[in-house]
């Protein structure tokens, strides 16, 4: 039946696309109200109460690649972002060349406690030569399922799994992930073959409040996203209080056994 209903709702989609009364990519602003932005040190120096006034409620913050990587700005926007009214969440890029322990650790020591906060993030997505050369299903769900068991232990939380439409085709599905909210990135159009808790619909976002200001070029963009339904039902889902960033919370890092 819900396959049914999504069919339909998005058959009547297509055709308002058709007609040009919508733009695919685009979400509908009464649907989709809760609106989000993802970074990293790509958005250079960040004025995050700039951020917040432009109806943006929900920020993901790249923190840790692999098992030795942190991103330069995670530090300093993970502290000034919550001095806002966003929610405040902290992704991991997933690495096919290292333990899922050994990344989960990485993270936890970075990022420290979340308490209050949104869960963490592991952003699975084909890069470099495993784009032509892609890991095995196998091999991938290993690593995977010891990342999100190491974070889902320390942090008490089911981890969020954000992916791209071939890396959820070729590792999430029929991997029993069912339970993980998912962040699907479609910059074409809204994802219709999954039950998608956020939705990633573009990466050449405008907004003020970032200089993007790199070593050898400045970036102009940043990425867009939308919750699937109302605030309530956002902080409902993540337990999320009801006025973000006005407490100061424990940030010291802790490391874990191996």
């Known amino acids: 039946m819900m396959l049914l209903i999504g069919a339909v709702g998005y058959a009547v989609r297509l055709k308002k696309i058709y007609s040009g009364e919508i733009i695919a990519n685009i979400p509908d602003p009464e649907k989709y109200s809760v609106m989000g932005v993802d970074v990293s040190r790509y958005q250079g120096k960040i004025d995050w109460p700039v951020i917040a006034s432009q109806n943006v409620t929900f920020a993901f913050i790249k923190a840790t690649e692999g098992s030795s990587h942190q991103d330069p700005c995670f530090a300093e926007n993970w502290q000034e972002v919550r001095k806002t009214s966003i929610y405040a969440g902290a992704y991991h890029f997933f690495s096919f060349e290292s333990s899922g322990v050994t990344q989960a650790q990485n993270f936890i020591q970075t990022v420290g406690e979340m308490s209050g906060q949104l869960p963490p993030v592991v952003d699975l ?32 939380v ?23 909210p998912l962040w699907m990135r479609n910059t074409y159009q ?7 808790a956020f939705w990633q619909y573009s990466d050449q976002g405008k907004l003020d409040g970032y200089d993007g200001i790199q070593k050898d070029h400045t970036e102009m963009y940043i990425d867009l996203n939308v919750y699937h339904a109302s605030l309530e039902e956002f902080r409902k889902e993540f337990s999320l209080p009801e006025q973000p960033g006005t407490t100061d919370r424990n940030r010291d890092t802790e ?4």
Not at 149 to 154: A, C, D, N
Not at 190 to 196: I, K
């Open 190 to 196: 809204e994802p219709f073959f999954v039950d998608w």
């Open 158 to 180: 089911k981890p969020i799994i954000y992916t791209t439409a071939k890396a959820w085709y070729s590792y999430i599905l029929g991997g029993g992930y069912g339970d993980y």
């Open 125 to 156: 997505e084909f890069y470099g030569d495993y784009v032509n050369t892609p890991l095995s299903k196998k091999e991938t769900r290993q690593i995977l399922d010891d990342l999100l068991k190491t974070l889902e232990e320390y942090y008490h």
């Open 255 to 258: 490391e874990i056994s191996t």
